[in-house]
Structure formats: C-alpha cells, structure tokens
C-alpha cells in the first residue's frame, strides 16, 4: 500500500496541515510511529508524543492546538480515532484483497466460472459446474466440490474444504482448514448393534458477512433439498462444530471450540461463549446468551435468557448455586453440628 | 445417476403399475417430487399428495388403493420406506463412487501401488512403498504418507493426512482434514523445568467400516509395533481427538469434540456424547454410555454403566445431585433458619 | 537407517562383545527384538529373554554376567535404559530428517530463500519474502504465507498453514493441519446488532522448541507491531486454540482441546489440562497446574496455584466440594430430617 498524505486527507474528509505530498506506507501507534506511517492522537495522555514523532502524518481533532512545535504534518478531522478505524479498515481490506490472478499449476472442472478480479491459488481445486462470483479470493490448497455457488468478495483461506452443492454468500471470510458440508453424523443402530450410515444428501447455506474460523466444522443437511444454514453477519471462531441441519442465525457470535448438534436453530443476536455444548433438537430465542462451557439442553422460553452451567440454567442462578457449591463442606459441617445439638435437646 | 423406473422395480423386486420406462434421477419427499425423481407413501397422512404428483414413480405398498385418479408410476413393494432407504443407500453409493481416474498434477512415490477404479484428485499426494485397495477414492490435496495401507471401498476426503505405516481398512469414509497419526503427546520432564521430547514411533490402526469426522485427529502409539486402534464399525464424529495408544471397540459412537487420553481403552458397542473427556490409561467396559462433557476419571467396573458430570458418576446420581445444586441457595437458607431456632431453643 | 554395532558402540561410548559389523536397521524390545534390531536389558526381570534373543546387538551394563551362553552381541554401557533411550531419540531424528530435496510440483513465490537440506514437498506453497532456515523440513501440501520466517531443523507436516509475516523458530515441529496466524476473532458491535470486524493486523511469533498439535489453532494479534506468542519450548496438543494477543510463556504444556481466550498470559512451566477454558485477559503465574475441563476466569495471586472446576478454584477445594456434590441428595435429607424434629420440639 502506498498513498499520498492528500489521498488519505480526502479519504477522511479532513484538512492538512504541513506536506500533503509525503508517503504513507503503514499505520502504527502513536508512541511508536516512524516516517511513512501514519498515526492518530485522540487521548490527550498521549499529546507528549505528538511533538517528538518522526510520523509522516498524524490525525488529530479539529480543535487541536500544538503546545509546542511539530515535525510531523496532521491531518485535522472531526473524530480522529473514527478516522484513524475507518483507514484500518481500508487499510485490512487492501491487504486481504491484493492478491489477483491465477497462479500455476491450479484445477478448474468442466463448466465452471469465476468473476472478475479473482485470485485463484497455486494447488486450489475448483470442481465442476462450480459458479464463483467476483472479487473473490481462494488461498493455495483450497478444495471446491462441485456445483458449489460463492458470493462476491468473499475470501477463502488456504485450505478450506468445500463440498460439492454448498453456498456460500458474499463478503464472507472462511480461514483456513474450515470445512463447510462434510457427513452428518447419522447413524442408525441394528440389531446386532452395529450401526447403518443414514445416507447424507442436503448442503450448507452460508449467508453474506459470515466468517468462519480455522478448522471450524460444519456437516451438511440429512435430506436432500435440506440445509445447515448460517445466517447473514454471524460469526464463528475457530474449531467449532455445527452437526447436521443446525441453524443459526443472523448476526450471531458463536466463540471458539463451541459445538451444536444435529437440528438445533438458534436465533438472530445470540451469543455463545466458548467450549458451549448444546443437545440436537433444540431451539433458542432471538439475544440469547450462553456462557463459556455451558450445556444446553433445553429451548429457551424467551427472547434474551442468559444461560450458565452444564446443564444450562439461567445465568444468576447458576452463579448463586456455584457460590454455595464452594462451601458446601463448610455446609456439611454446619449441618452435622445442628444433628449433634439435637440430639442433645430434651425429646419431646 | 439415470435410472428407468423398471431397473428400479428390479433392484427393489417391485411390481410396476405404469411406464417403466420413465427415467429417475433422484430421489425427493412425496410432497415436493417432480418429473424426473422418485418418492414413495407410507404414512397415509401424506396420501393426498399422491393424486396430484409430478413424480415419474411413487413407491406404495402391496395393499394400496388409489381413492382417485393418477398421473404417476407406481412401484408396488412390501414395505415402502424401507424400499426407498435401499434406494436412498444406492443412491449416496453412487455420488459418493462416482469419481473415477487419475487428475493432473497428482504425486505418487516409488513402489506404491493402486487398485482397480481408483480416483486419485488433483494435488493428492501417495508416497512410497504405499498399498492401496480397489475402489478407493482419494479427493484432491489428500496426503498418504509412506508404507500406509488402504483397504477397498475407503473414501478419503479432502485434505485427509495420514501418516506414514498406518493402517486403514476397507470401507471406510475419512472426513476432510482428518489427521491419522501424528505425534503422541509424550515429554520427559528435565531437571531445569524443560522437556525432552519422547520419540513416537508407533503407527494407528483402523478397522473396517469405520467413519472419521472432518478435522479429527488421532496420534500414533509410541513404541514401534504398537498402534492406537479403532475398531470395526466405529464411529467418530468432527474434531475428536483419540490421544496415543488409544484403542476403541467396535461399533462405538464417539460424538463431537470428544477427547481420549492416551493409553485408554473404550470397549465395543459404548456411547460417547460430545466435549466428553477422558482422562489417560483408563479402562471402560463394553457398552458404556458416557454423557455430553462429561470428565471420565476411573475405569467402569462392569458393562453397560451410563455416566455423567466432571467426575463423572452415575447418570441418576449425577441428575439428582444437580436437582439439588439448583436449589442450593434454598438449601442454605433453610439451614441458617434452623440454626437460628436452635440457637433459641432452651439449652439442655 | 543402517548401523553397524561398531558405529552405535562409539556413539554410547560403550564396549563390544561380539560381532560388531552385524547391521542395525531398528530397535525393538528385548522380548520382541529379531535379527537387524537391537534390544536393552535394564530391568532383571528381563534378563531370560536374552538368552534366546535373536537380536543383532543386545545393551547391557557393564557389570551384567551372562548364566547362559548368548547368540547376540552386547554392548556394555554405564547405563543400559538411558543409552536406548539416546538411540531412540537419534532413530526419531533421522527418520524425521531423512527427506531433503524438493518434489514438482512446488512453489516459491519472489524473494523467498531456504537454507541447506531443506525438503520442500509436492504441492506445498512458499509466498514472497520468505526466509526459511537449514535442514527445514515443508511436508506436502504446506501453505507458507508472505514475509514468514522459519528457523532451522524446523519440521512443518502436511497441511500446516502459516499466515502471512509470522515468524517461527527453530527445531519446532508443526503437525498436520496447524493453523497459525488466522484472524483474531474481534467484531465491535453497532447499534443495528450488527458486527463490524476489527482488522487483525498483528502476527504470531513461535520460539525455538515448540511442538504444535494436529489441527491446532492460533490467531494473530490485533495491531502491527503486535504478537501472539509461544514461548521457547512449549508444547501445544491436538485441537488447542489460542485467541489473538494470548502470550504462553517457555516450557509449559497444554493438553489437547483446551482453549485460551484473547490477550490472556500463561506463565513458564505451567501445566493446562484437556478440555480446559480461559477467559480472555488474564494472567496466570508461572507454575500454575490447570486441571482438565477447567474453566479458569480469575488471574492467579501466586505461582505455583494449582485450579479446577468450572468456574475454576482451588483444586483441594473443589475436590472437597464436589465430594460432598455426589452426596447433596443424602444431605437433603438429613436437611428435612432436622427440620421434622425441629418443628416436633417444644417451642420456647
């Protein structure tokens, strides 16, 4: 990346001060900016290091007056730590979307298209009747299956698995080792007490603005026409796991190494702490909140329960329950006391 | 898939009652067939759907008799969902086989060999002095390292790693990114607090039937000729991890995230729920059914006994215990009025 | 491998009785050793297997008489278990060091430089600006993004994945699947439920000695100039997930499974249990001992604290606790039982 302090001026709709020509190449913190980069100063308990710094452009309020004089030109806005997000911001998609072109050798089956601008890794494979949108990029040692459908921008890092008839939305990021549409876990038991494999045929539906941590899981729908669905904006960290049929929904946080099984829906605005465990079947409301480890084993009754424990019961509960459970061998002793003492009483 | 409606009614020995020369593709619920797929009618709940039907052919019992006109085949059978889960089976053998021949580039070492009606996708790699079966199905970007064996009928996923001299048997199905036979977790502790890494040097062994879940993993034993063993018709699901010297039965369902120590041996037919752990060098029974998170700490002492908590205890032990728990605070109270009126009372 | 006994003699600096340029291809228990292994006899109990042992070379001390004649030939060292045990680690580390020289396909982007002996295997990826130490070993299938760094006798299996600019250090080894530097799961929340994602800019930094599990997970830092961190000899299970910014610090062992939330510091020589779970931002003292399933979400007061349970404490408290947990149904009753008598007593 390297633009002109102008460039970024006009980006953030802000004034300059000092030489709109310099170079910007990165953007650091304040205390440790160097020449070429670009810093902002909201707190004033940092205003020290503005008159030292060797920045080559600092972002500082409108109302900023230098005590004393600077070496570095600024750039005054209305809210210099907004600014300061949104050029990290565009600074993050610059680098995520860089990549462009088709390195060699890579695999692409019969019938299949991609948009523009897309970046198709050394050792990536893209199976047959396969449509991928534009702007996307797909990391070395990718593997698409067939028929599957990718949105616009979506970034797809090395290694991620897809199999064939998945869609997945626009805008999403899927990290490495991700697997999207691998076997439900169906298995129906016999008489002898081996078990049959139930036959997996639906796919995985992910939504627009979802990310998918690394080596996080999802199993496709049992039926055909079926699908695990992932709705729009909801993120899943890393190493999680979404049995077969799940479904999740919009704008939903879902942390690290958290498993839902088969069947179970949650709603829009949850969010789920890590290593939760939920039962299949269930279903939670809209805004619930389980916390880290819970077991979830039932459906909420209403929308934004907070949840605790395994199993999981309401949240002040559990915490009023764990507060006793610490001194519950100071209980039983308070407990033999009162049985010595009335023994001791007087029988009626 | 293509299939006429009379090779149908052959493979189901089913009396055809209309064109058996209609062609089927693929197999839908009677409530949303179409032409050119196949449904069937058991429950008479779902009848109504059968007058109106697009399907080229309906499965229907021997005793079935049409209220009304119809626009579709019949296939007569004595019991009809169960002709159409043979079909259903037929069906996901068919995807899941269909896959033939060698893609370009693909890596094969020295002295390996493959059997008949292989697929060996793009960028898998196969090292040396490797024995693979017949019929056996290696998606793209799968790693087999040297002296590995594969028996018949086995599906390999994408990204599937196996490591050198394990074993895997015949009819089995590897999820994506399954990892078989890394390094045990083995140190020595030294005098200065570091540790020293003890050389694993064993391999894994997997029975026939045995399925693995995406991103699973399992070690390989420590000792040159011994094995971490799975078992006939094992079941494992995503992200299980089986630690060094593992050995589980036959015919065990291990769900989800589950995690075994090493050196711990699982018997035949047991039940595992998800996040469930195992501590190392246990010993449980033959059908043993474990609870989701539960923490095993001891060995079973007789078959079929159902746990349950971190320890895990006995199921029922553990649910009424936690009944209590929830009441604790309750508890508490209760105990400090009695201590309040015995405090009271006249002393003896 | 192929030694003679002359050559492992020199090596343990140990003394031949026998034929030392029989040839030595494996080691093998004293019970189980044939012809081209060598065995060890440490422990008496053992001693009769070596009387009829076909072993090419049998270590014994130095003070051990044979009551018997002997096929084999011995080696007599100071001591016999630790001598094996030397043999062992150099078996380990030439199988793990024999492959050198790079497969075709691979590829090397701009710039990148490897050091001497290195393997690069088919189908593994090097970006630009990569810098890669001596005796490296890139099993197939590897991702090595932009800017990486990687430190000599450093081992990467199959499908590890190294984002962009992290840096790894020497003699690590990387099993299958390990992801390191994906993004830090930060998302700030907007007024409409939204989530806006944070960038993640920051890298991962790996010291010398570090072993990552299976399909293990580390997410970059948050800020340039930022890290996530594991220091000099710490070693990571299968399935571990570190957040972004968490630091570990030198020899401390993590069990599979567990997960550490963002910008949380694990001391030296600590020791964390399966399963377990920490909130993000702690501290933990160097020597603290985590017991399996905790979930840790206080900082430590000392080193050396040793915790369990969920939320974790004092591991001899919740011992305690839980001891009376099993039996909270008895208490109960002992509970209503008092009450009974209470109110049965004459009343002041």
Known sequence: MEFTVDQIARMLDGIIEGNGSEKIRTLKKIQEATKGSIAFLSNPKYEKYIYTSDASAIIVGEEFEPKHSLKTTLIRVNDPYLSFTILLEEYHRF???????????????????????????????????????????????????????????????SGVRIYSKCIIGSNCVLHAGAVVGSDGFG??????????????????????????????????????????RVGEGTKLDNLVQLGHNVSIGKHTVIASQAG??????????????????????????????????????????KEGEKLLGSFAIDLRNYLNSYAIFKKL???????????????NLPTV
Chains 1, 2, 3 share one sequence.
């Open 95 to 157: 680098l995520s979307f860089q990549k462009t072109g088709v390195e060699s050798p890579s695999f692409m089956g019969e019938n299949s298209t991609t948009g523009d601008d897309i970046y198709r890794g050394a050792f990536s494979y893209i199976g047959d009747n396969v449509q991928i949108g534009n702007n996307v990029k797909i990391y070395p040692q990718t593997y698409i299956g067939d028929q599957v459908q990718i949105g616009d921008n979506t970034i797809l890092h």
């Open 329 to 343: 061998p100071e209980l039983n002793k308070r407990l033999k006391e009162l049985e010595e003492k009335i023994v």
């Open 187 to 228: 298995y129906a038991p016999q008489k002898d007490g081996s078990y049959k494999t139930i036959p997996q045929l639906g796919n995985v539906v992910i939504g627009d603005f979802v990310h998918l941590g690394a080596n996080t899981t999802i199993d496709c729908a049992t039926l055909e026409g079926d699908c695990t």
């Open 260 to 301: 839902i099984s088969g069947s179970t829906k949650i709603g829009d605005y949850c969010l789920i702490g890590g290593q939760a465990g939920f039962a299949g079947h269930l279903v939670l409301d809209n805004h619930t909140s389980v916390g880290a480890q819970a077991g979830v084993s039932k459906n909420t009754k």
